[in-house]
Nanobody, 115 residues
Framework: QVRVVESGGGLVQPGGSLRLSCEASGNIVSIYAMGWYRQTPGKERELVAG???????TYGDDVRGRFTISRDDTRNMAYLDMNRLKPEDTAVYYCNVDLGMHNYWGQGTQVAVSA
């Protein structure tokens, strides 16, 4: 069994920054990819950023240039550094951990961008 836990969400003013963390634990040999997704009420979950084994990254169009994803394979962790936050970034942010054969989701962490 694999457990995924996100942390770091909160309330921030427009233009501010936050760092989200994702920790995977349990029966893990290696992690192929880790990704951050977000969802708002009534909308589908969308990819924010992803990083695969080897470091190649991908970003959603709305966040490219403002957000940075990274990972620490020694700790089975991924991070999302979010800068120049906008009200439209408000959402629940979820971490996905892809082990190749299976992937796992965390429970999500709320990010609210408001003055």
């Amino acid at each position: 069994q694999v457990r995924v836990v996100e942390s770091g969400g909160g309330l921030v003013q427009p233009g501010g920054s936050l760092r989200l963390s994702c920790e995977a634990s349990g029966n893990i040999v290696s992690i192929y990819a880790m990704g951050w997704y977000r969802q708002t009420p009534g909308k589908e979950r969308e990819l924010v950023a992803g990083i695969v084994d080897g470091g190649r990254t991908t970003y959603g169009d709305d966040v490219r240039g403002r957000f940075t994803i990274s990972r620490d394979d020694t700790r089975n962790m991924a991070y999302l550094d979010m800068n120049r936050l906008k009200p439209e970034d408000t959402a629940v942010y979820y971490c996905n951990v892809d082990l190749g054969m299976h992937n796992y989701w965390g429970q999500g962490t709320q990010v609210a961008v408001s003055a």
